[in-house]
């Protein structure tokens, strides 16, 4: 367990303009022991995914491209480690500024830029790649590198400049399976963050990012948590379930 004092806090403002723009932004907000740990956790997944692609894995997700960009979830299954951070009081507060006092863990996963030109990300809504009624659910990605527009950082689009607060039809991008909900010409806010800092959105606020442009990776740990389980059509949990926070108060630690 973490030992160090997070240098950031959640504060009213913070929930405030969660609840009126769909994002907020805590800088330097994780302790550095945990960003340590999942930069290690980050370099053994793709080392992971490298060998499931290489074996022509068919259940690998087609949103990897190897060496360019990953989306490594599940990792905490085998890695006892990363749930320091993903149940830290950090995350909790987190919870309760967003999705409130009841919160369950919905997904968590690396999100990774190769260097050189890693590719992009359209925009998206996180709930547009939910085809059915899903619950409210916040996305939290720690920046494990300094987050720049060179190496590809987030763009956020808030709810008034997207005119929309709520899901929206979603279309499959030829070439990188990406799918867009968003056409027009507003760029979006860019995230620029030293690492170890939150970038906090709603499931409903749109986002992209661009190329890597640097010669190193862009590295991101993502977490979801939902108000309840997000499950699929015919009832099953559709990936992670554990639940978090009830009735405000801890449920589940490392």
């Known amino acids: 367990m973490s030992t160090l004092a997070c240098p950031a806090r ?11 723009q769909g994002w907020f932004l805590l800088e330097r907000a ?5 960003v340590a740990m999942l930069r290690e956790e980050c370099a053994l997944s793709i080392e992971h995914m490298n060998r499931r692609i290489d074996g022509k894995d068919p259940t690998v997700c087609e949103l990897n491209h190897r060496d360019r960009r990953y989306f490594i ?3 905490s299954r085998e890695r006892a480690a990363m749930r320091d951070y993903i149940f830290s009081p950090l995350l909790a507060d987190v919870c309760r500024a967003t999705v409130g006092g009841e919160a ?5 996963q690396f999100v990774v830029k190769g260097g050189g030109g890693g590719m992009k990300f359209g925009w998206h809504q996180d709930a547009g790649y939910i085809k059915h009624d899903n ?3 916040v996305t ?3 920046a494990l590198d300094d987050l720049t527009e060179t190496n590809g950082t987030l763009f956020v689009l808030p709810y008034d400049r997207a005119g929309t607060r709520t899901k929206t039809d979603h279309k499959v991008e030829a070439g990188s399976n990406d799918w867009i909900g968003y056409f027009g010409d507003d760029p979006g806010i860019p995230m620029i963050a030293p690492a170890g800092s939150l970038i906090v959105f709603s499931c409903y606020t749109f986002h992209r990012s661009g190329p ?3 010669p190193d990776l ?4 993502l977490t979801q948590y939902a108000t309840e389980p997000i499950r699929r059509p015919n009832g099953e949990i559709k990936s992670m379930g554990d639940v978090f926070l009830k009735g405000g108060e801890v449920v589940t630690r490392a």
Not at 104 to 108: A, Q, R, V
Not at 218 to 221: A, V
């Open 212 to 214: 890597n442009f640097s």
């Open 135 to 137: 619950p409210d659910f």
């Open 104 to 108: 369950c863990l919905s997904l968590e």
């Open 10 to 20: 959640v504060t009213p403002d913070h929930a405030r303009q969660y609840r009126e």
């Open 140 to 142: 939290v990605l720690c």
């Open 218 to 221: 862009r590295r991101l740990y």
């Open 73 to 75: 979830p599940y990792r």
């Open 30 to 34: 994780v302790p550095e022991e945990h």
